[in-house]
């Protein structure tokens, strides 16, 4: 099983990014998927998740509504984070997650990408 995050980088205030989570070694389809960021010294924070199957139902955390998009491709085992409008506090290592939609323990993690929004 590999989640394998892609699409880091060091980005001007108001620029775009987008993140790749390439998927393998489970059925993507039957899993949610989610991105978390987390900066030094802070908990982990739920970014936005997106349901199995179609994708369907997508949530977003107050702070990247707006700014942010979440979709999947099951074709290609990958979800995507589509990052506009980005701010200095968006800073963070984001990492994706899979969560079984059928035995919620079984999850799964990336190892992250760093994003840096600085001039």
């Known amino acids: 099983v590999q989640l394998v995050e892609s699409g880091g980088g060091l980005v001007q205030p108001g620029g775009s990014l987008r993140l790749s989570c390439a998927a393998s070694?489970?059925?993507?389809?039957?899993?949610?998927m989610s991105w978390y960021r987390q900066v030094p010294g802070k908990e982990r924070e739920l970014v936005c998740y997106?349901?199995?199957?179609?994708?369907?139902?997508?949530n977003y955390a107050d702070s990247v509504k707006g700014r942010f998009t979440i979709t999947r491709d099951n074709a290609k085992n990958t979800v995507y984070l589509q990052m506009n409008s980005l701010k200095p506090e968006d800073t963070a290592v984001y990492y994706c997650?899979?969560?079984?939609?059928?035995?919620?323990?079984?999850?799964?993690w990336g190892q992250g990408t760093q994003v840096t929004v600085s001039s």
């Open positions: 070694g489970f059925t993507f389809s039957t899993y949610a």
């Open positions: 997650k899979g969560t079984s939609s059928q035995i919620r323990s079984r999850q799964y």
């Open positions: 997106i349901t199995s199957g179609g994708g369907s139902t997508t």
